[in-house]
Nanobody, 126 residues
């Protein structure tokens, strides 16, 4: 059974940076697509970024392009999200997801991902 555990969240000033990690266990991580979603207070979960098995292709929602970078280390079974130039509107619970199926056109759908972590909170002060 796949388990995902996020870490790295915290409180940061606007313009600052954070790096989130998602530790994957239970299966071979290199065979799973992975992604990051976030859920702002009182809102639905929204897609942030996705990455293919190999890490060779990445996908982002428009609001984070140029500021966030998704990456993975298959040898360490870990997914990352480097977040720079953070804004108050980036405040949310951040969740990682994983799935055996590689289907990038559907990465933006929360229903696509079969496994989820519990999340890590990111707060950005203005």
């Amino acid at each position: 059974q796949v388990q995902l555990v996020e870490s790295g969240g915290g409180l940061v000033q606007a313009g600052g940076s954070l790096k989130l990690s998602c530790e994957f266990s239970g299966r071979s991580f290199r065979n799973y697509a992975a992604g990051w979603f976030r859920q702002p207070p009182g809102k639905d979960r929204e897609f942030v970024a996705g990455i293919r098995w190999s890490g060779m292709s990445t996908y982002y929602t428009d609001s984070v392009k140029g500021r966030f970078t998704i990456s993975r280390d298959n040898a360490k079974n870990t997914l990352y999200l480097q977040m720079n130039s953070l804004k108050p509107e980036d405040k949310a619970g951040y969740h990682c997801g994983a799935d055996r199926v590689e289907d990038p056109p559907n990465y933006h759908k929360s229903t696509f991902w079969n496994s989820w972590g519990r999340g890590t909170q990111v707060t950005v002060s203005s």
